[in-house]
């Protein structure tokens, strides 16, 4: 009993850790954020408004919302000599590379905030990561494709100000398409928590050794990379490109179940949801709208991931095996219209995954009982034996 929700003996058991931010039902496909459900956030609160949730644990009120966003808006520029860093990195460098890098060396700019025993210093980190990420993934768009840096625009929302970042010229004004401000912003609140998954395992476990929250945001963003967690939609979209027609998914659903095939179905199936994943459904709805406002109705890949979706949930192995879309399935097709590049689909979840990762972070290292993070082992190696001297081996 941990007062709201019920758990059976054998899953505590299997839980890493106590925390209060984020609540998953597996079974029923539930997501709520600070006891809010997933649904209402997307739908009434700004991304902005929800970072100051997962953080403070309530939602803020309007003056509380207000000094919030002022306070991100003017921290959203990086310190100057931060541009040589991207300038060091190859311009074909994947961005996610460029992401841990960059996010790492904030380490080396900000010794003015690292007693994060102070709730001040905290704070002002807090903001700093809010407020820099967006910058940070920008500018390694605009280096990947040979324009130069955009400077932040603090008369625009953190959305808004996002894609002048990232589709703005020196050459003329940008004012970002409402409808598409709109569907960045819910991207990046279905993307701002998830409970103990792999990257924000790896950021707790990396503070819980006193690292600063900037190295071990860093870590985070390394972990998420990999294609079985934040480079799925990047993968997702690679496959439906692959299987190309509706004709030939039959053919890729026998090869997600077939063993001897190492080929899953990329955006299916979690590790915890055995429904729906709730983030998926929104997410088919914000694509369905961008691609409305954009005159995309018969987008090719839509109708593909659509089609295959139907398919697989009819299957009996994907049904057996209670796999669904989960939050990578429509998010490449949805981030795609909108025109940003494949490639940076990992580097936008991690923009977004920056406020959990900070807020499981900090609810670590104030918990009095943490202690450093120490998983132990089942040894299945060679028992005890002496070394034999190298000129008696043979
Ligand atoms: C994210 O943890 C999080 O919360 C992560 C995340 C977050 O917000 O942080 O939600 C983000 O990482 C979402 C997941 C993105 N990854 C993908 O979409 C990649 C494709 N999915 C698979 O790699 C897979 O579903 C995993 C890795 C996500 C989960 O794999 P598991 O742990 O094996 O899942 P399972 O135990 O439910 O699988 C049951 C069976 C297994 O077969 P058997 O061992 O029972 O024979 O279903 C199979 C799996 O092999 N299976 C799949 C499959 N996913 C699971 N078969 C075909 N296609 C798939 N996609």
Redesign the pocket.
Known sequence: ETGHFTYDPGFLSTASCRSSITY?DGEKGELLYRGYPIEQLAEQCSFIEVAYLLRNGELPTKTELEDFDNRVRRHNMLHDQMNRFFTGFRRDAHPMAVMVGVVGALSAFYHDVLDFSDAEHRTVSFIRLVAKMPTIVAMAYKYNVGQPFMYPRNDLGYAANFLHMMFGTPCEKYEPNPVLVRAMDVIFTL?AD???????STVRLAGSSGANPFACISAGIAC?WG????G?NE??LRMLEEIGDVSRVGEYIER??D?NDP????????????NY?P?AKLMRQICHEVLQELGLENDRLFKLAMALEKIALEDE??VE???YP????YSGIVQRAIGIPTSMFTCIFALA?TVGWFTQWEEMITDPEYKIGRPRQLYVGAPRRDVVPLDARG
Do not use: W
């Open positions: 998953i993307h998830h409970e103990q998954n792999a990257s924000t998420l294609p079985a967690h934040g799925a993968a997702c997600a179940k063993k080929f899953k179905l990329m955006g299916f199936g979690h590790r915890v949801y055995k994943d983030r192995y994907f095996k209670k796999l989960n939050v990578d399935f995954r």
